[in-house]
């Protein structure tokens, strides 16, 4: 099972949700599903 592309966790720093995307950047419209920031509140999450 080949790893195709490599994945990106972020997590919001304001309600704690985790999201994983496939670009190294969350887009400048992304919203938190869960409180409703914008990604200035993700930071990269620590595996």
Same mark, same amino acid.
């Given at each position: ?8 966790? /972020? =997590? %919001?720093?304001? *309600? +704690?949700?985790?999201? #994983?995307?496939?670009? &190294?950047?969350?887009?400048?419209? /992304? =919203? %938190?599903?869960? *409180? +409703?920031?914008?990604? #200035?509140?993700?930071? &990269?999450?620590?595996?």
């Amino acid at each position: 099972m080949a790893e195709e592309s490599k994945t990106y966790k /972020f =997590v %919001c720093t304001i *309600c +704690g949700h985790e999201v #994983e995307v496939d670009t &190294p950047e969350l887009p400048e419209d /992304f =919203v %938190c599903p869960v *409180c +409703g920031v914008g990604p #200035e509140n993700f930071e &990269p999450a620590e595996d």
